[in-house]
């Protein structure tokens, strides 16, 4: 059973209410803020608390006190406040300082006590897994900024800046990829604004129909549908960081209520006649370039000179090698803590095609390349990630952008070029079957062949002209039962 700690000087109610909640919860009484103290070391579920702990006296507002005492500690505890007063400014502050609820005394029956308990504690169980999915996240996502190049070095200073500050929009620029949205989670993390929340918002998944309602908010009746109020992510960021990703994809007449909301810290939800206050710092981010976007006259020059205040630029990837490894090695260890391999680190051979690849996905890819990379090396049964456990593109080394150059190599002695025509074939297939796990019906598709049956037909034709080969191709020999030669 969960348990409530129900903190109240009028002992009456105090044992009237215990005696009801008992029937589903374990009670902790506490007639003094004293005794509630050393109730917070049994770690409850939630606290019933009185806003004045003294009714003689009117000034005494000890449970505000120690509402705020509890939210300075870091105490993830809901807390329910309760009065028999009106003490609704006060009941308004108490909600200001984490306070999940409020409860008025005598308007509220004491059986509605459970109903409003059972709600907050279901609001707070889901709070608990977003933090959760949040700590995993951080183990795949570098939670900091990794990296020793220097240009990482300066994107640290300035993200001290930016979070020290607390107050100036913050421009992210960077290729897809590069991590933005990490630079953004670590000016909130690391600023003052880290007790408040952080709203991310990626304009690129939405639709431009509902990008100004997801913004700003509506009002009942605002549009067709609009059945009710919507809080939009500027309000819900009040007192933290709000994050717009992809800046670049907003139509100038949202452009304009961006700007105006910089200018006046307020703004209108749609539909509505209220001016709205709220405090948040504004971090946006883009992959494109504004200021040729600017000129073609499909982004405001006055916001972006807004926005332009403070920019973070982003290197990409194959701009800082010696990152490489640090990042490659972080991905694998997250990995390994989560129990997804059991590979003890990257061989020195495999680090040289990581680091001479050019990563056009950036972070985003090298972390996809690992995840892939323990993969083989589990099938292959590598303690270690090798060369052959890497993706076939990564293997291949530097690409360039004409496509029809493809690194050739023909040693001395020559070669047999059928038989090299027919390893490299078999290298795809491996690789297709690889990354489909196996499943023929999938990998076919990949490869351009007619259908499973043809992709089989040609395994067995190539080895049955070159059954030298079989022994080269582990995961080909496996899924196809082939015999050793």
């Not at 351009?448 to 002209?465: C, N, P, Q, S, W």
């Amino acid at each position: 059973m969960k348990k409530i700690l129900v903190v109240d000087d009028n002992k009456e109610f105090l044992f009237a209410l215990s005696r009801i909640l008992k029937e589903e919860f374990t009670i902790l009484s506490a007639p003094s803020i004293e005794k509630a103290r050393e109730y917070l070391s049994e770690e409850p579920s939630l606290i019933l608390l009185d806003i004045r702990m003294k009714d003689d006296d009117i000034n005494n507002y000890e449970g505000i006190d120690f509402l705020r005492e509890i939210k300075s500690k870091g105490i993830k505890i809901p807390v329910i406040m309760m009065t028999a007063y009106g003490d609704i400014d006060i009941a308004v502050e108490s909600m200001k300082l984490g306070a999940e609820d409020f409860i008025q005394k005598g308007k509220v029956d004491i059986r509605e006590y459970k109903k409003i308990i059972n709600k907050v504690l279901e609001k707070s169980i889901l709070e608990k897994k977003i933090d959760i999915l949040e700590e995993e996240l951080d183990k795949v996502e570098p939670s900091e900024i990794i990296g020793k190049s220097e240009a990482i070095l300066d994107v640290k200073r300035k993200v001290k800046m930016a979070a020290e500050d607390g107050e100036i929009p913050v421009l992210i620029l960077g290729e897809t990829g590069t991590g933005k949205d990490v630079v953004a989670k670590a000016i909130y993390k690391s600023g003052k604004r880290k007790r408040g929340p952080f709203v991310p918002l990626a304009l690129s998944t939405l639709p431009k129909s509902l990008i100004e309602s997801e913004i700003f908010g509506y009002e009942k009746g605002a549009f067709s549908g609009a059945d009710k109020r919507k809080i939009g992510h500027i309000e819900k960021a009040d007192g933290g960081v709000l994050f717009l990703d992809e800046i670049g994809d907003l139509d100038q007449e949202i452009q304009i209520k961006i700007l105006r909301f910089l200018e006046s810290k307020s703004f209108y939800r749609v539909g509505g006649t209220e001016e709205i206050k709220v405090d948040v710092q504004l971090i946006t981010a883009t992959n494109k370039n504004l200021e040729e976007i600017m000129r073609e006259g499909k982004f405001r020059e006055d916001l972006y000179y807004r926005l332009k205040k403070f920019v973070i630029s982003l290197p990409p990837l194959r701009e800082r090698k010696e990152d490489i490894p640090l990042l490659a090695n972080y991905f694998l260890e997250s990995l390994r803590k989560r129990g997804k391999t059991d590979c003890k680190g990257i061989s020195k051979e495999a680090l040289k095609y990581l680091e001479n690849y050019s990563w056009p996905g950036n972070v985003r890819e090298l972390r996809s390349c690992i995840e892939i990379a323990v993969i083989y090396a589990k099938e292959n049964n590598h303690k270690e990630i090798l060369p052959d456990d890497l993706p076939l593109d990564v293997r291949l080394g530097e690409r360039k952008v004409d496509k029809k150059e493809f690194p050739i190599f023909i040693p001395k002695e020559g070669i047999k070029i059928n038989e090299e025509l027919a390893k490299l074939e078999l290298k795809y297939i491996e690789e297709a079957l690889k990354r489909c796990n196996g499943k023929k019906t999938e990998a076919y598709k990949l490869l351009g062949y007619a259908d499973r049956f043809a992709l089989r037909r040609r395994v067995k034709k190539i080895i049955e002209t070159y059954p030298q080969l079989v022994n080269q191709f582990p995961y080909i020999k496996k899924i196809y039962k082939l015999e050793e030669k």
